[in-house]
């Protein structure tokens, strides 16, 4: 492989950087806040991936200015436009479901919440014990 | 000195994703998360998306980090230390990570104007634009027209999470009386000289983002989430009181809704007359025209929603809050 080739596919192999660093946060860490934050550089990193492709050298914003210009790919930049926006509207579900849960277990740590869980189960399991 | 440029603030992204995997106070997690979006949205800019930056801007460096810091405030400030093990995750995302380098040799390379993402409909929506709807920037075009249908979907998501938001906190919603009133930042006097100049222009902005979206980068999605910010900065600084009385909740709610009827409303109109479903052409004199008047109520629709949701989920967050002392701050 030449090095002009390398140097073509550098957005492609940061975004793959980006997004196994959030995969990584996701799958590694126990607390709820820090997986979202995963989850959102997972979900910028797809951003760049498609905005990336979209680009054409010498091109410009896809807006007409009178000009014969070169421009870049407005299709993805349509795509992502709205996928942030639904981003932020379901990064703030998840937040409030992070909420939710620390007011029912009065904490946002994955392990301790496993851990009450199978607490609660055990209780309910003991003969004798309420149903 | 273009790929100077891009490369960097590549590298730049890559730091502040590890900074963020590493640091395990919270706040600097949020605040990194906040860096993050905005160096990205300078790339985007780089890459030709402006209307896509401008969002990444007003969304990931604005509204979000606000959010976030409102379930910290509610939840915990540090990371417990990890007692799992790490070993399994990291060769997992190693090798996917791997694959994914692989897949990438075959793919078109960067700025290639002949890959085949440059040769399906994108063609054709640049050279028609000028003509079928007659508007400088394509991207609202594409967006508001081209793919009206795809949009209504996304409008009706972020409706959908709006809605779900509001569930799940709706029955944990302090009510806002004299006695847990936030007492904001009373005494932040520049804090709050500096809001009250900024808030009418920041209106204004959003306005001109709005209805500007036609002509320039711009449009509902960002006009919307602006407008919120606003509101957003008025709560914290003055209280979510007198951010309440200024924009009730309860007329809130109803513009959520209000904007995806906006919206669908003006694609059942081109049924009376015989056209399909969000065919703007039939509602002016020309098509042109049409299709004009159709992209402003549409992106008008939008905005409402997009506004409504962030700012409703914003007071069910805010809503909640215990009154956070100075000293924490």
Known sequence: ???????????YWIVIVLMMTGLYIVVSRGNL?????????????????????????????????GKPEVFSNPLPHVLILTAIVVGIATTALGLALVVRIKNAYNSIEEDEIQKLDLAAENEVDEPGARP | MESVINMALLVFLAGTAFAILRRTTLFSVVMLSGVFSLVSAAL?????????????????????????????????????????????????????????VYGTLDMPRFGDPSAPVHQHVAPRYISATAHEIGMPNIVTAVLASYRGFDTLGEVTVIFTAGIAVLLLLAGTIREPTTATKITAMEHHLVLRVVTKVLIGPILLFALYVQFHGDYGPGGGFQAGVIFAAAFIIYALVFGLETAGNALPGRAVRILLALGVLIYSGTGVVSFFFNKNFLDYSVLGATAQAGQHIGIILVEFGVGMTVAAVMVSTFYAFAGQNPPIGDEEW
């Open chain 1, 33 to 65: 806040v820090k997986k979202i934050v995963g989850l959102n550089i997972f979900q910028t990193s797809v951003f760049l991936l498609y905005i990336s492709m979209g680009k054409v050298t010498g091109g410009t914003a896809p807006i007409l200015t």
């Open chain 2, 44 to 100: 985007l800019v780089h890459l030709d998306a402006v209307d896509v930056a401008f969002t990444e801007a007003a969304v990931g460096a604005g509204v979000s980090t606000v959010l976030m810091l409102s379930t910290l405030a509610l939840t915990a400030r540090h990371e417990a230390p990890g007692t799992r093990s790490r070993a399994i995750p990291l060769i997992v995302v190693f090798l996917t990570g791997l694959a994914l």
């Open chain 1, 1 to 11: 492989m030449e090095f002009k080739d390398a140097f073509g596919l550098f957005n």
